[in-house]
T-cell receptor
């Protein structure tokens, strides 16, 4: 158990819908990262927050957004869902900088029908 | 740009055999960090090891060992006396410098240990 929690574990929804994925980092960790794992793209970095502020963006679609709240938990919002958004979404956290080890949560498996 | 190559897509070995998973990385940065993560069938990503670019010492942890060679830009992972519980997908990853926030992952190697 990494100490990073993600909810829900599974999510099934329809095209065009909007969903919110939630992540709670390990106690004391200030940085939260989101990654997407799909069969065709592999593991890809989406976005990072540090202590409530966006720090870096990767291959994140405009339909996707995220935020980190004062209690340091983070949410990833996915809207206008398409079939291709079906993937495993991971949250990771680290104490401070990216050179610190990132510990991953169990992931949320999103299925868009 | 950074790149991590795991040329072995799938490997199968019989239990108790040794197996080495290859990882080759590309970066122009002189400061970087290398990682190995394990993804068992249950799906979570489990951290195994982190190495920085200034430390080329090999690492051994139980049945696991890692060989970091800057001259060949490789960070290979060996499992000795493999066990069925080692069956998983293994990912090598790279982060560079200070202030670069992402992990760049390889495509992973699926390891199957045959009982």
């Amino acid at each position: 158990d990494s100490g990073v929690t993600q909810t829900p574990k599974h999510l099934i929804t329809a095209t065009g819908q909007r969903v919110t994925l939630r992540c709670s980092p390990r106690s004391g960790d200030l940085s939260v990262y989101w990654y997407q794992q799909s069969l065709d793209q592999g593991l890809q970095f989406l976005i990072q927050y540090y202590n409530g502020e966006e720090r870096a963006k990767g291959n994140i679609l405009e339909r996707f957004s995220a935020q980190q709240f004062p209690d340091l938990h983070s949410e990833l919002n996915l809207s206008s869902l398409e079939l291709g958004d079906s993937a495993l979404y991971f949250c990771a956290s680290s104490v401070r900088e990216p050179t610190d080890t990132q510990y991953f949560g169990p992931g949320t498996r999103l299925t868009v029908l | 740009a950074q790149k991590v190559t795991q040329a072995q897509t799938e490997i199968s070995v019989v239990e108790k055999e040794d197996v080495t998973l290859d990882c080759v990385y590309e970066t122009r940065d002189t400061t970087y960090y290398l990682f190995w993560y394990k993804q068992p069938p249950s799906g979570e990503l489990v951290f195994l090891i982190r190495r920085n670019s200034f430390d080329e010492q090999n690492e051994i942890s139980g049945r696991y060992s890692w060989n970091f060679q800057k001259s060949t830009s490789s960070f290979n992972f060996t499992i000795t006396a493999s066990q069925v519980v080692d069956s998983a997908v293994y990912f090598c990853a790279l982060s560079v410098g200070f202030g670069n926030e992402k992990l760049t992952f390889g495509t992973g190697t699926r390891l199957t240990i045959i009982p």
